[in-house]
């Protein structure tokens, strides 16, 4: 199982950013995915999911500015990111998980400067 995510990089407050992760190895479709990041000194903390189904989920410190999406033809889950602050400034992972199994990706920095 391979989960490989890119689109990090370096912004300014306010800025975009789209993050990607493709998989292999799995069924995508049938699988949850996430986004967790992780801050210097912090707890990985969750960002967004979705699920199998297309529902959707965020961190109240994301809603109304990122947003999760999946292709399952492409077997890529997204991660829109918009008005960025300073806080979210993290390394990001994407995950998979299904039915108590998880796979985690390598991680993509995201640096928002102020």
């Known amino acids: 199982v391979q989960l490989q995510a890119s689109g990090g990089g370096l912004v300014q407050a306010g800025g975009s950013l789209r993050l990607s992760c493709a998989a292999s190895?799995?069924?995508?479709?049938?699988?949850?995915m996430g986004w967790y990041r992780q801050a210097p000194g912090k707890q990985r903390e969750l960002v967004a999911i979705?699920?199998?189904?297309?529902?959707?989920n965020y961190a109240d410190s994301v809603k109304g500015r990122f947003t999760i999406s999946r292709d399952n033809t492409k077997n890529t889950v997204y991660l829109q990111m918009n008005s960025l602050k300073p806080e979210d400034t993290a390394v990001y992972y994407c995950?998979?998980?299904?039915?108590?199994?998880?796979?985690w990706g390598q991680g993509t920095q995201v640096t928002v400067s102020s």
């Open positions: 995950q998979a998980e299904r039915r108590g199994t998880t796979h």
């Open positions: 190895g799995i069924i995508f479709s049938r699988y949850t």
């Open positions: 979705i699920t199998s189904s297309s529902n959707t």
